[in-house]
């Protein structure tokens, strides 16, 4: 049945695929898209234009920018991605003086510019395949859990061996669930700087209540600059850095797009499941999503509630409620849509037809039919124990202070063995990110909301059924569980006292515990410490089982993916894996229920039309002016007789595309991708051409803002765009 | 400055109107459209096909129904109109052990069709110009107070006179604003019987929620069949009484329509202000609409709170809680649209220019110019009262008991005066509806809800201003209004005592005192009647400014409208006014906002995709069988892959329209208009090619039900529609 690795590389490589919007093509597989079509919709460019493996495509434009994608839009290491992608920056230096956030940032030349800690470029240098070694590792495993210690090992050693190189930052993605693994080397870029970002009433423009909405009126963009050492090496943020000069840079289009118009959008996308099966999907559906939607509501009460009479504490919290709030829309969005898209009754569909293709023309079927039969029982296969990984996934997310104390103690253990030898994530080229992190973490912390989020997953935990039940938070609560005992005052209890003990609150505390060895730490009296060692044992047995799990996943999927690809006679695209993909389509609308259609293209009229003067519908009165008086400049688009604001493709896109250059068919940019409508969260699971909608920031938004709003007559010079007479 | 009344009717009829979809057309102007235009968009009529004087046109299949249109679907007098036009006739027969509203109603043959209590049916037979006694009556006038009874006693003397012949309603019509009256003469049919109602889950689909809204999946329509006396004349409900033969009935298109397709709407309008001045207008969006949203919202939460653990309860306040809402959400749809549409912008550029125009070629331009600044005066000469005023107007609706009491004594006040003094509505012909009131007000009574929303009003009146008290409540309530004194306790124990002692709640009582003489009356112990007693003195007085203020429009508007006339060259048409209007439009959808526009058919699909299992999204069973095994019989439109369920077009409707047959340009029926989106509410102060869209639900979707759904053969072979097999 299996046929020899490299034949499917050359059949992925080599094969014409169907045409089609759908698919975020790996870079090595653009040239088997069918170009002959893609020249009569407009594209302009030859395969080697966007990607080629010596360096000169556009690919070199194109960064990763920690879960978003930036591009290089001048050959002074300029960027562009979104408001939201480079919001971190802009809050850092906001102050009630500056305040950045609410009025917005344009630097009076390159020494005004603001460093934005932690913020790190990845520009892809090199990858190549290195299938070889980690099926070899996997394949020497003795049982599931040793295999993924295998494949994990294989990794590091590449990796480390990669990073070698100065400022070398490198990753192994896996395709296909394995059948291919490839390695990626990047250049990181550590000194980036902050040129422009829009207030965030127009970055942020319709705030959560248009969040995965459309229509659209966000001008969700933002400017940076990367700068290294006068040699030219990546280096820390310092004065005698110099602006970095990036191999290509991106012309900004000035004409933007119309309706049918081809687009691309090059980026990072980070993670989709076309080909899980139907009873994975099934468990998400039913548990997952449901399960999410639920305690990220409660949660994000609970938030609400602890801050209510505290403004400033509201604002603390307010990264993390907004952040709920958009996993909240995400659930519902996906049930909506998993059902709304009939995505089950599909891939059970397919998976009868898949099985009766293998029963026709697969030789050893009994084999295969067991390995799809055997899939489905993995990816079942924690339904007996989901509500205690659930919470043992989230308590550490909710306590903040309960997961600064599950890091350090990982970290001191992870410390006492060899660097190879450690987990992924807390490895030395991990320390500066791990410690960053802590660091960062101050400036959203708000101990009370915190005390109370924990006592909230410290009542779920009271509260999960006898057969999942987390022995370490029973024997710490064993009176509080006697009947009659009141449960809800013995979690307060405990929570407050942790609390008012614990000095992880404490920024300087934390810091100096963060590589305190294991056996002091083992001692601390800290109440905080002491709730994480308590859950260490609970918490490692689900990485235990997490771990053969994969391991499972890793020996099943590259033939699930070889039966698939065999199947499909070779025309199927990898799941996103947060490599850098291209994806092409068309600038046009789609009707997201009976009798109502989106039109592709929204305007700066239509935003004047949403403006209510109230949060988040009340844009700056710069913007408003300069929009009421008509003075479009030359970015009005004709037909609309207004600025084209935001507009929709089928680009086929998902976390991580944040920031993604939108390309028209000569590689200009005409927009930045920053969303994708509700009825496409489920495209996760499987794109649809009906729904699958992504929005993207219309480049002429974006050029008449900083010509006719905020006459940034230098940045535009830059941007190679000459300002409107003022 | 004024030409002769002959002069001006001759130019509305004569001239040919600018083609727009604008406009509700009188018969008499049909033939003044651009009909070489309307032959290009598929007009297979003449204008004699659709009115002619001499009664073969399609109007003589028209009847007005009650605030609603009916049309004639067979020559055995059978009826089609909106479910809700017909609903009380359905509810009127509704038992727990027969629940037609909840399970829809289909007569298994005449015999067993249900009679409509109070039901009329209007077929006009004739219309004539009365202009000249009236304005005859009106210039005799001294003042404007006598200018109002003048017009009054002359439209009463009409009206007997024509309503001498038997069978007889008759009414008089003003048009611009009375430059012209006209007498209809109709025949009355009091004998009218329920044939067909689909489940109210059906003809109210969508609820509240889906009302004044796109895209709409409603299926409101019901049948109904005339009856009259074997010798063919109008009478009571009777076992004798034979189907009525309508001079014309309709036939129904089995092809429906498509987007673009002509269609054409004939009804009875109720009421549009399309020539009222600026100032007007602002003074409804400034005080009019956002009074209504407050009270009426208010109010409804008064009858829910009322009826909170009260299910029966709840169904009594049902009806006044969905008029309410539907009121709240017309006020809300009339500042937004009168906002969205720039109405008031409008009209005050339209004034300027009338103004210019004026200046520039009218002779006698000082009167002109005085008679705009009067207009305005007038119009805004209610300032002063108008919160008083909205309480008397609102307080007897609110309080039914006191609405009894007061339409008790007006009665018996007008007994006491010759009939042809009698005020309008309170003459001898308006015995039998007055009456027909009284009494079914009754299934709608809820005691201690009405109790608590006069409650509502008399704590709204103790607040008002000190220049606009209502000095009878006040005397009621002198001591309450102390200073330190509990309003509300009192306000609750006056309606307390009231509601313990009155006996207006008891039918049998009430009737019995309908009636009853005025000194009795007058005498009478019961505590509504002596509030109605004592408020007599303040609505006489707001009646009084009222009916002042009507007679100085009606001396006013008349040369306004023909300034208007004068100015635009005879092209505009006179505002509905209850009476037969013809509305020519275009299948259409539009765009409520940027970036949405919506598509002018909804399905049968799309209905399965809003279906939610819960209130107002739950059809019944058999329908949603029916519909998920795709059984379309041939009432399939193919490019939609469904069945058509609603359409929109942009005719030009308003309230009262409720039921109008859409007919097509052979004049056949392919729908009937039940709606308007809710950026057309704001429609009846000037029509928007943009935003005046109707809702009528497709004729096909009818036949669907009857057909596939309902099997109901024989109903379909009675409207010439041979049925599918089964």
Not at 286 to 296: D, G, H, K, L
Not at 435 to 462: G, I, S
Not at 641 to 660: E, H, I, K, M, R
Not at 668 to 693: K, Q, T
Request: net charge negative; charged share 30%.
């Amino acid at each position: 049945m299996r046929t020899s690795l490299l034949a499917v590389v050359l059949a992925l490589v080599s094969s014409a695929f169907v045409l089609a919007d759908e698919g975020q093509w790996p870079p090595d597989q653009i040239s088997g898209l069918d170009w002959t079509d893609l020249k009569k919709r407009g594209m302009e460019l030859l395969p080697d234009d966007i990607w080629d493996p010596e360096g000169r495509g556009l690919s070199r434009a194109i960064a990763s920018l920690g879960g978003c994608t930036a591009s290089f839009v001048s050959p002074q290491g300029l960027i562009v991605s979104n408001h939201h992608c480079l919001f971190g920056a802009v809050q850092e230096h906001s102050t009630p003086e500056h305040d950045y956030v609410r009025d917005g940032f344009y630097a009076a030349g390159q020494s005004a510019e603001l460093p934005a800690k932690g913020v790190r470029l990845q520009v892809l240098r090199a990858f190549r395949d290195v299938t070889a070694k980690i099926r070899a590792a996997s394949e020497s495993a003795g049982d599931d859990r040793a295999r993924t210690a295998a494949i994990e090992r294989a990794t590091k050693e590449l990796v480390a061996a990669c990073e070698e190189r100065p400022a070398s930052r490198c990753r192994v993605g896996a395709y296909y669930g394995g059948l291919r693994y490839v390695l990626f080397e990047s250049t990181e870029i550590r000194d980036v700087r902050l040129v422009y970002a829009p207030p965030r009433s127009v970055g942020e423009y319709g705030g959560e209540e248009d969040n995965w909405m459309w229509p659209r009126h966000t001008g969700d963009f933002a400017f940076a600059r990367a700068y290294v050492a006068p040699d030219g090496a990546p280096a820390d943020h310092s004065a005698q850095n110099v602006p970095y000069k990036p191999e290509r840079s991106l012309k900004l289009s000035t004409r933007g797009v119309r309706p049918g118009d081809l687009v691309m959008v090059f980026g990072y996308p980070g993670r989709t499941q076309r080909y899980l099966p139907a009873a994975a999907i099934e468990r998400n559906v039913e548990f997952w999503y449901p399960r999410r939607e639920e305690v990220f509501d409660e949660w994000m009460t609970v938030l609400e509630e602890s801050t209510r009479d505290d403004p400033e504490g509201a604002i603390r919290v307010s990264g993390q409620i907004k952040s709920l709030a958009n996993g909240l829309k995400n659930a519902r969005g996906m049930i909506e849509g998993l059902n709304r898209n009939r995505v089950l009754e599909g891939k059970a569909a397919e998976e009868t037809a898949l099985r009766e293709w293998v029963a026709r023309k697969v030789e050893e079927e009994g084999s295969a039919i067991s390995l799809l039969d055997e899939l489905n029982t993995v990816y079942g296969a924690d339904a007996d124990t989901r509500e205690r990984d659930f919470l043992l996934r989230y308590m550490p997310v909710g306590s903040k202070v309960l997961g600064f104390a599950q890091t350090i103690l990982r970290w001191s253990r992870e410390q006492e063995k060899p660097d190879i030898d450690r987990e992924p994530g807390y490895q030395e080229r991990d320390r500066q990110n791990r410690r960053d992190r802590l660091e960062r973490a101050q400036k959203n912390l708000h101990a009370e909301a915190d005390r109370r989020v924990l006592v909230y997953f410290l009542m779920r935990a009271l509260d999960l059924p006898q057969d999942q039940r987390i022995t370490a938070i029973d024997s710490l609560f064993e009176e509080a569980l006697q009947p009659g005992a009141d449960r809800r005052a013995a979690a307060e209890a405990h929570a407050t006292r942790l609390y008012e003990e614990t000095t992880l609150t404490d920024l300087e505390s934390r810091l100096a515990l963060f590589d305190t060895d294991r056996a002091t730490l083992e001692k601390s009296e800290d109440p905080a410490i002491r709730l994480a060692l308590a859950l260490e044992p609970a918490r490692d047995a689900w990485e235990e089982q997490r771990k053969t799990r994969q391991g499972a996943l890793a020996r099943l999927r590259p033939l699930h993916s070889q039966l698939l690809i065999d199947w499909k006679g070779g025309r199927i695209y990898p799941d996103a894996n947060g490599t850098l993909r291209l994806s092409v389509a068309s600038v046009k609308g789609y009707s997201p229920r009976d009798g109502v259609f989106m039109l592709p293209q929204t305007t700066l009229s239509g935003l004047l039309q949403k403006e209510t003067g109230q949060e988040p519908f009340r844009s700056p009165t710069g913007l408003l002016e300069t929009a009421r008086a008509g003075d479009h400049g030359r970015w009005e688009q004709e037909n609309l007789g207004s600025v084209p604001v935001c507009f929709l493709s089928d680009a086929d896109t998902t976390g991580g595309n944040s920031g993604s250059p939108m390309l028209n068919g000569r590689g200009e940019l005409v927009g930045l991708n920053f969303d994708r409508v509700f009825e496409n969260i489920a495209g996760d699971y499987g794109w649809s051409p009906d729904y699958s909608r992504n929005v993207s920031v219309d480049v002429r938004y974006l050029l008449w803002i900083l010509d006719r709003v905020e006459h940034a007559d230098s940045l535009l010079r830059e941007l190679g765009i000459e300002p409107s007479a003022p």
